[in-house]
C-alpha cells in the first residue's frame, strides 16, 4: 500500500475578533490546527464534499495559523478544501490568506475534539425519516447523502433498516450494492447481486451484468442475444453500442467492426473512446493522418478531457509537430499549476529535446511543491549529469535514495560518477572451472545422498537505506542416480518482494564442457545430466521491501547439514556505520572483517566440514547444525512497536463488526465474566469461519480488515486473531496478539530479532488468568494448544499504546485444557474370541482430530472408519458391533465415544490354562526409534509424545467357573517427571482390574540422558507383554 501524510499551512488575516465557522472537505483522514488549537480530528478516511466537517471557530484580529494534516493511503488524488464561513455557510468578509510566515497569536488550552455541526443535508433526511418513517424515497435519498461523503457504515444501518420493511424492493438492494461497492465488501455485493437478479431478472442492471459476464466468459452467441434483450427493452445507449463493437472485435469481423464505429462516431462523436477508436480507423485503415489529427481537434472545441489532451500532445510529438506541443504541455501547466506531475512531465520533454536548463528548471519547480518523490530527484540527477554536473547529480541522486532506497540502478549511476566499481565486483569471486578441476570426489565425506557441494556461497550487498541484493553461487557434484533425479529439474525460489537474475544455470561435464540448462522464468532443466557432473548455479535476487523494517536486515545461513560441503562461504558487506549482530550456533568461529571503502565486509567459511549424523527424533538442523545467524534490528521492541502499529491500524469496528457483537451481546442481558465473552468469541469464530491462508488474498505481515474476515468467513491466523481480538476489546477484554515460531522451525531460529515468524496466536487475560488461543482449527477447544505451538518462540505484541516488557519467550500455559487420554475397556473372553467394549474421552487439543474425522461421517462410515482403526491393532480378525458418539458439534474440553468389537482367535490354550495379552489402544511407549546404544544429539521428545496423561482402565470377566491365576505383579517406573504404573487388582475371582497410568512431561531430554530413556521404555514395553491368564 502506498501511504502518505501531508502537512500545509496557511495564514489568515482577520480585521477582527469574530466568530466563525471552519468548513473542512478532505480525500483523506484530516486534521486542522487554528492558531495551534485543534479544531477537528477525523481519522477515517474519506472522500468527502466541500464542508462534510463543520465546527466552530474564534478568529483573532490580525494573523492566524491555519495548520492541516492529511494521510491518505492508495489515493490517486488527496486534496482538501479548507474555508471559513458564517452560520449559513456563506464566505466570510475581510479575510485574506497567505503563505508567507508570519506571527501568530497561540491559543493555550484544551485540544479537546470539537463538536461538528450536523451536515445540513443529513439532517433534513433524518427528520424526513423521523416523520415518515414508511416514505423509502427519504432513506434512498439520506444514503446518497452519506455516500457523497463515503460515511459507509451509516449508509450500511440505513439501508439494513430500510431493507427490514421491504425486503424485495429492488431499488433498495440497488443501493445497497452501491454501499456495499463503497466498502469494498465483495462477498455480500455477490449475494446482492444474486437476489437482484432472482427478483428482476429483465432489469437493465441485470442485463448489463448477463452482459458482461457472458462475455467475459467468452459466450459470444449468447452475449449477443442478451445485447439485443437488452436494445429491445430499453433502447441503445452507449454501453450497448460499445458491447457490438468489442463483439465484432472478438469475432474478428473488420470490416463490419469498421462500419460499427463510424456509425458510434456520428452518433458520439463527443465520446472519447468512439472518438479514439475513429482516429485508428483514419489512420490505419484509410491512411488518413492529417483527417485523424483533425479528429482529436474537433473533439477538444467541445470538449475538455485531459487525458485526450494528453494524447494529443503526444501524437504531436510523435509528428514532429514540437512547438504545438509545448503550446499544450504549457496550458496543461497553466490549468494545473499545484500538479507536479505536469511539470515533471514538462521536464521530461526538455529533457528529451536537449534542452537541459529548461529541463531543470521544470523539476525544480516540481520539487517546490512535492520535494519527496523519489522519481523528481532522479530526473534532476540525469538532468544535472547529462550538465557534466557531477557533485551536484550526485547529491540529486542521494536525495531519490533517501525516498526510495530500492532504486539499484540509482545506486549503480553513484559508484560510476564516483569512478567506482559496482559493488559485487569488489568482493572475491572464485573461478569455477578452477575450483571444479580441483575438487575430488573420493575425498567427499558423504555421498549418500546422490550429490555434494563443491562450493556453497552467498553474498550479500546492503546499502544504506536498507536496500540489499544477494548473490548465490553453488556448484554440486552428482555422484549417483539420487542426484540425478534431485537435479535434472529445480527451481529458484523467490518472493514477490524480490527480482531473480540468473546469470548461469548449466553442467560441466567431466572433460570440463559446458552445456548450458534450459530456463523458463525460475524453472531449470538440465537434459543429459549424469553422474560425475557438476551442476552450476549463479544467480541474483534483489529485494524491493518497503516500509518501516525495510531498513532492516536479518538472515539465517546453514553451514553444515547432512549433505557434505567442500567449502561454504558467507559474505556480508555492509555500511560501516550500521551496527551488526551475529551468532554462529555451534560453532566457534568468528567473522574475517576487512574494509571495503566505506562499508565492511564480514566472512565467514568452512571448508571440508564433517556432515551432521542422522538419528531418529533428533532435534531439527537449525537447533544441532552449525548456522550463522546475522541481524541488524537492535532489539525485539522495534518488532512489537512496528506490529502493534500496522495492527492495530486495521483493528477497526466496522459495521459488521458492530453488528456482530450486537448479536454476540445484546443489550440488556444477564452480566458474563471475561472467560464468558472469550468463550462466546470464540465459538463464533470457530462455528463460522475457515482458516485461508493464500497468497493473493492475504498480506504476509498485516491483517485484514476484521470485517472482511466476518463477511468472507475466511482469514489466516493472523486475521482470525485480529478478529477476536477486536471483539474481545470491545467487551472489555484485555486481549493482543502473539507473534509464534512454531515448534517444527525449532527451538533456536530466532537467536537474534527477525520476523522469522509463521504463526498468529492471541493472548487474553480473563477474570485475572492468562489464557493463549489458537483459532485456525475449527475443530479446537477453548484455549487448547496443539502441540506444535507448545514450546515455540513467541513475542507478545502490544495492543494499540500499552507498554509492556518484550522480550521472546517460550509459549507456556496454565490455563490450557490439558491432553489427556481416559479409556475403559470392558474384556471378555468368549471361547477362542474376546468381546471387548471401549468407552473414550479424550481432552484437549487431541478431541480436535476426532471431531474432524469423526463429525461429519454418518453412522455406517463411522463404525466403518473406527473398524480399520482398530483392526490395526490385532493380527487376527475384528469384527466391530457397535460405536456411539457423544457431541461433536460443539468446542467443549473433551469429546466422548464408546464402541464394542469383538476380535478372533486371541485366546491362547496351555494345557488346562487359558492366556491372553492385553491390547491396550494407546501405545505409550515403543521401541522403535531406540535402537542405537549410543547417542550424539538430544532427544526430540515432544516430536514424539503428544499427549500429557493416558489412564486406561481394564475390567476382564473370566468365564463362569474359571478364575484368575498367575498374575503379572503390579509395578511402577519413573523417569525423571515422567511416572508409569500398571496394577493388578482381583476384585473376585473372576474380576479383574487392570489400571494403566502413564504421566509425561513432554520435555526434551539431552543426549547424555537417552540410555536412561531408553531403559524406562524398555521396562514399559516389557510390563505390557505380560499376559493374563485364567483357569
Known sequence: ??????????????????????????????????????????????????????????????????????????????????RFTDAKGKTINGVTGSSIVTSYPKVTGTNARKELVPLFAESFFRDRIQKSPENLVNYLLLADV????????????????????????????????EVLIKDNNRTLLLEEVERIKQLDPESLVVLELNIKELFDNEKYEDCEKELAKKISLFGEDFSASNYKLRLMGAEEKYDDLVAEVERQYKLYPDNESVMQMMYSVKKEVNKDKKGAMKLYESYMEHNFNYGILTKYKDLLREEGQHKKAREIADRLISYFPYSPAELSNSSGEYFNEKLYDKAENEIGKALAIAPYVDAYWEKLGDIRNEKKQKTEAISAYNESLKYNPNQYEIINKIRKLNNKKELYKMVFEPSIDSVVKADKMDAAKN???????????????????????????????????????????SSIGYSNSQSLLIEKAEIIKKNMSHIKGEINGNEIVFPKLEAGDVVVYKYRLREYHSGRMAREFWDQYYFGGQIYSAKVRYNLVMPAATRLSYEFRNESQKPVVTDLEDFKQYTWEINEGLPDEDEPLMPLLVDVSKILHVSTIPEWKNITDWYADIASNRAEEDFEIIALYKELFPAGQKPMTELQKARKIYDYIESNISYSSVAFRQSGYVPQRPAKTLTTKLGDCKDLSSLFVTLAQMAGIKSQLVLLSTRDNGENN???????????????????????????????????????????????????????????????????TKDVYK????????????????????????????????????????????????????????????????????????VSYSYSFKAKNEITEIGSMKTFRINYPDVVASMDN???????????????????????????????????????????FTFRKMTYSLSYVVKSPGKLVITRKFNSTRENLPASEYEALKAFFEKIVKAEQAFVTYK
Request: with cysteine.
Open 930 to 972: 531406540f535402537s542405537d546404544e549410543k547417542r550424539m544429539y538430544p532427544v526430540n521428545y515432544m516430536s514424539y509424545e503428544d499427549i500429557d496423561r493416558y489412564e486406561t482402565i481394564v475390567n476382564v470377566t473370566a468365564p463362569a467357573g474359571t478364575s484368575f491365576i498367575e498374575l503379572p505383579k503390579s509395578q511402577t
Open 447 to 489: 555421498t549418500d545422498y546422490g550429490w555434494y557441494y563443491i562450493l556453497d556461497q552467498k553474498d550479500i550487498f546492503c546499502y544504506p537505506g536498507g536496500a540489499n541484493e544477494q548473490y548465490f553461487t553453488m556448484l554440486i557434484r552428482i555422484t549417483n542416480q539420487k542426484g540425478i533425479d534431485r537435479y535434472k529439474e
Open 750 to 816: 530466532l537467536l537474534l530479532p527477525s520476523m522469522e515468524f509463521n504463526h498468529c496466536i492471541v493472548k487474553a487475560e480473563l477474570d485475572k488468568k492468562v489464557y493463549f488461543l489458537e483459532l485456525t482449527d475449527n475443530y479446537l477447544p477453548f484455549a487448547s494448544l496443539p502441540n506444535n505451538d507448545l514450546g515455540a518462540n513467541i513475542l507478545e505484541i502490544p495492543y494499540r499504546n500499552n507498554a509492556q516488557p518484550v522480550e521472546l519467550k517460550k509459549l507456556t500455559s496454565e490455563t490450557r
Open 1 to 82: 500500500e502506498q501511504t502518505a501524510v501531508v502537512y500545509a499551512q496557511s495564514f489568515v488575516k482577520s480585521d477582527a475578533d469574530q466568530q466563525v465557522f471552519l468548513a473542512t472537505g478532505a480525500t483523506g483522514a484530516v486534521k486542522v490546527w487554528v492558531n495551534d488549537e485543534l479544531m477537528l480530528s477525523e481519522q477515517t478516511e474519506r472522500v468527502t464534499e466541500f464542508d462534510t466537517y463543520t465546527v466552530p471557530c474564534q478568529l483573532k484580529k490580525g494573523n492566524n495559523r491555519v495548520l492541516v494534516q492529511l494521510s491518505y493511503t492508495n489515493t490517486s488524488y488527496p486534496n482538501f478544501a479548507v
Open 823 to 894: 479409556r475403559v475397556l470392558d474384556i471378555k473372553p468368549v471361547g477362542s474370541d474376546v468381546e471387548v467394549t471401549v468407552n473414550t474421552v479424550i481432552s484437549g487439543a487431541p478431541s480436535a482430530n476426532t471431531r474432524y474425522t469423526f463429525g461429519e461421517l454418518d453412522q455406517e462410515k463411522r463404525l466403518k472408519k473406527l473398524q480399520e482403526t482398530v483392526a490395526g491393532k490385532y493380527k487376527n480378525a475384528v469384527n466391530m458391533t457397535s460405536v456411539k458418539f457423544g457431541s461433536l458439534d460443539n468446542h467443549d474440553d473433551s
Open 146 to 177: 452519506y455516500l457523497r461523503n463515503k460515511k459507509v457504515i451509516e449508509a450500511r444501518n440505513l439501508m439494513t433498516d430500510a431493507l427490514e420493511m421491504a425486503p424485495d424492493n429492488c431499488l433498495l438492494i440497488m443501493k445497497m450494492i
